[in-house]
């Protein structure tokens, strides 16, 4: 992500994940509730009493209806503060994932998030690492991302409502493709996470979007 897409991204409000669910065209309220059902459904198949969620990336972590504990990791003041005021956040770390190590402690989470985030990392085998540091043994990573392949669903969906939000209505984020530089299909995020040292132990893929549930080795 650029120095610029930062600076865009850290003056989004606090409510853009939670409009984009209740305020936004079918198509796009489809797509993040897609994305968010498949965490938790991932999540509850494994999660016990006292686990500890980090959110790598969270933005507001709008995801987590079921108040669970997460410690959230973003650049993004508003979106941290408006999660901690609908309870989706614990507790926080204000950090940029692309700049330095998340400063946490290793070995210290059963689950570590990252939805919808390497997409926009120069580097996204980072984010990757860093949440295997951050995992215990056997800890659980779940993982989403866009089915962004050329002239699939989803790329003709996020292209048309870039032209609408950001070349014709001027919103600069948008203007910019909300700073999306990389494209995963199937094969590719599943060769990373295996590299970082996961086994993907769940797929789940439509035609919108990828979601992974991994195991640390």
Not at 4 to 29: C, D, I, Q
Not at 115 to 139: F, I, T, W
């Amino acid at each position: 992500m650029t120095q610029e897409m930062k600076k865009l991204y850290g003056e989004v409000k606090g409510e853009f994940y939670e409009e984009a669910m209740e305020k936004s065209n079918p198509l796009t309220r489809h797509y993040h509730q897609n994305r968010y059902e498949k965490i938790r459904r991932f999540i509850k198949e494994r999660i016990a009493s006292g686990m500890k969620i980090v959110d790598i990336g969270s933005g507001s972590s709008t995801w987590n209806t079921y108040k669970w504990q997460v410690t959230a990791v973003d650049l993004s003041k508003n979106l941290i503060e408006f999660g901690m005021k609908k309870g989706h956040i614990t507790e926080f770390v204000l950090s940029d994932i692309e700049e330095a190590k998340i400063p946490l402690e290793s070995g210290k989470f059963d689950f570590a998030v990252i939805s919808e985030v390497l997409e926009h990392m120069k580097d996204p085998k980072v984010q990757v690492r860093e949440a295997n540091r951050l995992l215990k043994k056997g800890g659980i990573l779940i993982l989403t991302v866009p089915l962004d392949v050329p002239l699939s669903p989803w790329w003709f969906l996020f292209n048309i409502g870039c032209i609408i939000r950001g070349d014709l209505m001027g919103n600069e984020y948008f203007k910019k493709r909300c700073g999306h530089i990389q494209h995963f299909e199937v094969d590719t995020i599943g060769k990373m996470v295996e590299d970082a040292g996961f086994k993907i132990i769940k797929k789940n893929v439509d035609w919108l979007n990828i979601g992974l549930m991994c195991e640390k080795q």
